[in-house]
């Protein structure tokens, strides 16, 4: 699972590029970046290394370096599914704005927590 900062730049960079010209919703370009990451993946390898004379190629396993490509499909579809869930719960006809307020609100980072027994005695 990504890391939430990972989650809101991303949702950041989408709702940027939404507004630039041409305009279009948040939804259809976090789509848009989806269907681009997909296609990546749709081989299941990523090219490695090619030779021109030789005509040799060797791929890869995708994930050794970063995000995996399967991992930013994931991600993409994960903020498709709050931007659903969000302008459902909102109702009407909010604009881009007014969702991705709402998608940053609810993407908040979860904290672990563990007990701390270093100061305990063993007796027996």
Known sequence: MLNT????????????????APAVTLRAKMR????????????GQLIASTSANGHSTSFST?????????EVVELWRELIDLHDQVKTDIGGSPNDA???A?????????????????GMRLVG
């Open 5 to 20: 900062p990972i989650k809101r730049a991303s949702l950041d960079d989408a709702y940027e590029a939404s507004l630039v």
């Open 32 to 43: 848009s970046y989806e269907t681009a990451a997909r296609t990546r993946i749709s081989s």
């Open 62 to 70: 995708p994930g050794s370096d970063g995000l995996s490509p399967s």
């Open 98 to 100: 007014v969702v991705k």
């Open 102 to 118: 709402e998608m940053m609100a609810r993407l908040v980072p979860c904290f672990e927590s563990e007990g701390d027994f270093s």
